[in-house]
């Protein structure tokens, strides 16, 4: 089978939604050799992709009737969601795990990268977003519950957001009114980082937009996957009528 950079589900779906999932697989390409010299233990992990993220996207987009665009690569190969000037684009270490096959990738390496696997997927991504005028992005991410050496995190959920905040706010009003929810605004991490996708593709073309964190220990089974895809569906498509004109 030939390796293809990204996956794209139900692409003839006609929706303005448009799910993605920068960190969809642990993938590491063939021409890598299959390998970044990490145990699989590590490559489980969340330093090399975002458990439960690519279910939950799936999910998502048949309940919304959305196209679904997934990466097929590791981030540790090089990062979707970070711009191609940012310093950890290629992490050499990430949460206290050495990288082996970063630890001597030079500049040349990284441009490789960047035409063999990052560029693809925002191509792909760009052509996506481009199809309607009212495309809206949900970005689809997950969080672990622990960093090493660091506070355990309460929150279920986060919602991250950068200055357009026209579809988050009605999403965390949303989902503070759910009973069994602790809801995070943009944590466990900051919404805006120039140059990341929807830096890229949302708020540089004025699109609605939102980013998801999901807790990876609550999107563990295929069948929790699917509850949370069916569950925030119709709450984003409530927030959407709530976005002023």
Do not use: F, K, M
């Given at each position: 089978m030939t390796y293809t950079p990204y996956h794209i589900d139900g692409e003839d779906r006609d929706s303005p939604?448009?799910?993605?999932?920068?960190?969809?697989?642990?993938?590491?390409?063939?021409?890598?050799?299959?390998?970044?010299g990490l145990p699989d233990a590590d490559m489980a992990r969340h330093i090399a992709y975002d458990p439960g993220a690519a279910g939950v996207s799936l999910a998502l987009g048949r309940a919304l009737g959305a196209p679904v665009l997934l990466s097929n690569f590791s981030r540790l190969v090089i990062d979707p969601n970070r711009g191609e000037d940012d310093p950890t684009l290629l992490m050499k270490l990430y949460d206290g795990s050495v990288i082996p096959a970063n630890r001597d990738a030079d500049a040349a390496e990284k441009e490789r990268r960047l035409n063999a696997y990052y560029r693809p997927y925002h191509d792909a991504y760009a052509r996506l977003a481009g199809r309607r005028k009212d495309t809206v992005i949900v970005a689809v991410h997950s969080f672990t519950r622990q960093l090493r050496a660091r506070p355990s995190r309460p929150w279920h959920i986060g919602i991250l957001h950068s200055y357009d905040r026209r579809?988050?706010?009605?999403?965390?009003?949303?989902?503070?009114?759910?009973?069994?929810?602790?809801?995070?605004?943009?944590?466990?991490?900051?919404?805006?980082?120039?140059?990341?996708?929807?830096?890229?593709?949302?708020?540089?073309?004025?699109?609605?937009?939102?980013?998801?964190?999901?807790?990876?220990?609550?999107?563990?089974?295929?069948?929790?996957q699917a509850h949370w895809g069916e569950r925030l569906a119709p709450l984003l498509q409530q927030a959407l009528t709530q976005v002023p004109e």
């Open positions: 939604w448009l799910i993605t999932c920068d960190h969809a697989a642990n993938t590491v390409p063939p021409d890598l050799g299959g390998t970044l579809l988050s706010d009605p999403l965390i009003a949303l989902l503070e009114a759910e009973p069994d929810l602790t809801v995070g605004r943009n944590e466990p991490y900051s919404g805006h980082l120039p140059g990341d996708a929807i830096d890229r593709h949302a708020l540089h073309h004025g699109r609605n937009n939102t980013l998801i964190e999901l807790r990876n220990d609550l999107i563990d089974s295929q069948a929790a």
